[in-house]
């Protein structure tokens, strides 16, 4: 125990550290190409250990901000200042494309199999960062402590203890839930489905961001539902004026949003915003679907609040899961429903009864013994210094009049090409070179964002991936010179 509290506070003292000096960089007091104090000057001046000062500086090593140089000390390397320009939300529609979205979609993930492939495509995390060993240990554990070694069924609304342990978490989000307000699903898309159908009919219409997950709009397809697509833009999210206008003239049942880092643009909606949203939407009597699945994957000190804290008539469903956090393969989902628990419950019944019992007991221990926080405290981390170095290397290699969206958690990049670029043509040049990334054209239902492509960071960044932006950039200029 007190050797945990020693490391807690040298991971503390270095982290603080850290930020300071990144602040500094980020302010233009220290410039690309100052040479930082020596390790014994800085131990010197902070009071601080040797090592301390080395972890500091090596932490700053690893986003890429600053560099060593042996027998010279560490240097300023990357100020955020070099990023490109946030992208514009265009809300026109485009030229006639040669493929319709459907086909887009189908063609870019039947490549993803291929052996050898860079998936910059894929918006989920990486096998490296994900604690295998600790969740066969808990899957083990959850066996052994069950009577019936999780053969049996869970009850409708899902694993108590699960259910008890996710109420726990919503507390960072300044979440007042208890386990009888929780169902469990199996992942976020079914919990966005018991949704869905819990307050619409088929013909109903559904308020969605655009860009937005294709999945999302396939869904609302699948369910007979109509789509009005609302602007989303990199640094504030929906965009509510647009929303409440349109409000005036289209019959809108509900709305589906997702607020915390959203995908593919990867922004967050301000809290002042969302309060607004839900206040709005409340005030008309429109249920707010809110996907939250990114919500943990944030870059700052704090968990960003969710709609829901500010939902005060139960009109707010919060739906996410553990798919991008800990273990797509689990399936472990679980949606907040409100004052629609009851045709939520109904919907679970009618199409699926219960959820996986083991991954249910194996998920709720992981919380239990504080795995998860130790998980996601590690997950955050490695994911903000992947995107930094993702970012400075597409800043480096691509063409200078990109627009790079800049989130603030999350995993990916929405990056904003050329006019005259194709993006379905650039995906269908990248695989031949065994790299795939993410057209813009498959995140709304008319391939508007044609001159845009998604990439995820999901992947800790090493030579490969360095190798892999530099061709793409390459690709991309060819694409433009040829224009």
Known sequence: MIRDTLVAEEDFLYSRIAERLELQIENKTLKAGDKLMSLRALSREQGISLSTAYKAYVELENKGIVEARPK????????????PKSPDTPTAAPVIQKTNVDDMIRTVYKTLTKEGMLRFSVSAPSIELIPEAKLNKAMMEALRKSSSSCTQYEEIQGNSELRKQIARQTFNWNGNITEDQIVTTQGCMEALVFCLKAVTQPGDTVAIESPVYF???????????????????????ADIEYL??????????????????????????????????????ASRQIPLIEDDIYGEMYFGKTRPKTCKSFDKNGLVMLCSSVSKSLAPGYRVGWC????????????????????????????????????????MRKLRKALHTQCLRYMQAISE???????????????????????????????????????????????????????????????????????????????????????
């Open 215 to 237: 999945g999302i709009f396939n869904l609302l397809k699948m369910l007979g539902l109509k789509v009005l697509e609302i602007p989303c833009h990199p640094d504030n999210g």
């Open 244 to 281: 409440e206008k349109a409000l005036e003239t289209e019959p809108v049942k509900a709305c589906l949003f997702v607020p915390n880092f959203s995908n593919p643009v990867g922004a967050l909606m301000p809290e002042h915003r969302k309060k607004y949203l839900v206040e709005m939407l």
């Open 336 to 375: 907040i429903p409100g004052k629609f628990m009851d045709n939520v419950l109904s919907n679970k019944l009618t199409q699926t009864v219960s959820a996986a019992t083991p991954t249910q007991a194996a998920i709720a221990l992981f919380f239990e013994t504080g795995r998860y926080d130790l998980h």
């Open 397 to 483: 290699y691509f063409p200078a009049d990109i627009k790079v969206a800049r989130p603030q958690g999350g995993y990916v990049l929405w990056i904003e090409l050329n006019a005259g670029i194709n993006a379905f043509d650039l995906f269908e040049s990248a695989i031949k070179e065994d790299i795939s990334i993410a057209p813009g054209q498959i995140f709304s239902t008319d391939a508007r964002f044609t001159n845009y492509i998604r990439i995820s960071f999901g992947k800790p960044f090493d030579n490969a991936i360095d190798a892999g932006l530099r061709r793409l950039g390459e690709l991309i200029s060819l694409q433009q010179y040829c224009k």
């Open 72 to 83: 010279s000390g560490y240097f300023v390397r990357f100020p955020k200042s070099r990023y």
